[in-house]
């Protein structure tokens, strides 16, 4: 994806709308109001590989004045400064080379490690660990369980999933541990699931072609986008955490 102009552009167009990203930054901004108990609009906030910057752009309209970004996208960058923000060049894979020296309370990277192997995952964990001032938080959000790969992941260019053992162990490797975490949408688990083996029943019989694809990023519309924002926030108040989802949200502290 990050040669991807076009993908970039639709989520530059669809991020601060679509209910999928809205829930996902509230999320984020749960959790930073839920570790930080008094709002602190000073709080150094990173976010790492920040795509075209609606996580920033949501955080400053709450408050929050300290915002960083750094993505590997040139593209993604535009974006970012089009929207006003302080989002420059940076890699997930040496992530001291961004503002060496520089901490952080809070450092976000979401739907963007599974570019990178198991080592590089640790590497990038420990490198968020060491960039963390006193009481720091890491907020993660990651792509989950492979029968929910489909026509999406290959548009993007992910190669796989995740499961909540796999960075627990990554975790403990960079010297983190786990606090909160849940997997996410819950009750539109079955019907994307649906879709997703669907996609990969046509890709197998090739009625897709797999070299011509486009993500999930896409405004369904007022109507049907109000109705699953209203579901995943139900979900999210009534349950808490959940077993089973397409995406896998997890914060970590220094251990």
Same mark, same amino acid.
């Given at each position: ?56 752009? @949501?955080? $400053? =309209?709450? #408050?929050?004045?300290?915002?960083? !970004? ?5 593209? /993604?960058?535009? @974006?970012? $400064? =089009?929207? #006003?923000?302080?989002?420059?060049? !940076? ?5 001291? /080379? ?158």
């Amino acid at each position: 994806m990050i040669d991807n102009r076009l993908e970039y552009q639709r989520m530059y167009e669809t991020e601060r709308k679509l209910w999928w990203y809205q829930i996902l930054h509230g999320k984020v901004l749960s959790q930073v109001r839920k570790h930080f108990r008094a709002m602190d609009p000073d709080l150094k906030i990173l976010d790492a590989a920040c795509g075209t910057g609606g996580l920033l752009s @949501f955080l $400053k =309209e709450n #408050g929050y004045s300290n915002l960083r !970004g750094f993505d590997y996208s040139q593209h /993604a960058i535009d @974006f970012s $400064k =089009e929207r #006003g923000l302080n989002v420059v060049f !940076g890699d997930l894979r040496n992530v001291d /080379a961004f503002e060496p020296g520089e901490t952080f309370d809070i450092i976000t990277c979401n739907d963007a490690l599974y570019f990178l192997t198991d080592e590089e995952i640790v590497r990038a964990l420990t490198a968020f660990k060491n960039r963390l001032n006193r009481n720091g938080l890491i907020i993660i959000n990651i792509h989950a369980f492979e029968a929910f790969s489909g026509t999406h992941d290959l548009a993007v260019g992910s190669s796989r999933r995740f499961k909540l053992e796999q960075f627990q162990a990554f975790g403990k490797a960079a010297g983190l541990r786990i606090g909160y975490t849940t997997y996410w949408p819950f009750a539109l688990s079955l019907p994307i699931l649906l879709v997703r083996q669907w996609q990969n029943y046509q890709i197998r019989k090739k009625k897709i072609n797999v070299d011509h694809l486009d993500s999930d990023v896409e405004y369904p519309g007022d109507a049907v986008n109000a109705v699953l924002k209203t579901i995943t926030k139900a979900e999210s108040a009534i349950l808490g955490k959940a077993p089973f989802g397409s995406s896998l949200f997890m914060t970590f502290q220094p251990v």
